[in-house]
């Protein structure tokens, strides 16, 4: 005869694996369907940066992953731990902006060969509403260098756990960070008028809750739950493209390089946060401060170095 002290526990153990069994159903996303890439933190502040005096023309030729990094295992060695389009992600920056007008010269190649098929054509076989002259190229005024300069893997990781008769829980997390470069070359005379450097933390975390222990003699109960949630290391690039951006812009305003349509706009709330992260870098030490373990991934931001 089982005594109730044991069927309770059996009942509460069956409990507590419905209850796990509930919640790992509940974690897994469905299907859905591709949709806009959703905005970063710095992107919205880059947009509600105050207009310029005038659009500045710029070209980007190459910005890329100089890092040489690949990724850890388990995932392939072959493929690189960060994208290689950072450049068109830096092209996106400057055009949401609304400070740049933004020029082909990456795939300067491809611009170049269908302008010689337009001019190949005989304008005979063409309609005159199809024949548009063509108009001559935009030279930029600067040039927009640079890339992804740094990817350190494990920068910081830890976890918590407990267990009491088999029934048990754990986290862990870890912390990667990514830098990137951006620097504004004059094209007149190849003088560097800025450089910023941003860096950003990809965040990931993982937790497990799992139950091993006999519910009566020779019957054994075993079962486990858990879930991850990885930053995107995608997003968290584009997010330190976007923040060296508006840095490199506030920095040109400081020191007369380009100039706001209206001058009394230096002291918008969009424009003051980006001056106070730059006084509070050349007041901080040398040596980035890390998070502590009570911040949130959304808490730490993007820091610029």
Known sequence: MNHPLHRRFRNAIALLALLLGIA???TVTPITKAELTPPTASNKELRRLPPPKGKIVVAVYNFRDQTGQFKQAPDSSFS????QGAGSMLVKALLESKWFIPVERENMQDLLTERRVIRAIDPKELPAQNAPPLLPLLAAKVIFEGGVVGYEMNVRSGGAGVKYLGIGADTQYRMDQVTVNLRAVDVNSGRVLHSVMTTKTIFSYQADTSV?????FKELLEAEVGFSQNEPAQLCLMDAIESAVGHLIVEGVREHTWL????????????????KAQLDRETSAIVPKLPTLTQSPADEGVARN
């Open 260 to 275: 706001l349509e209206n001058p009394d706009d230096a002291n918008a709330p969009a424009f003051q946060s980006y001056s």
């Open 24 to 26: 790992g159903c509940s």
């Open 80 to 83: 690189t731990a960060v994208t």
């Open 212 to 216: 091993f222990a006999f519910v009566r």
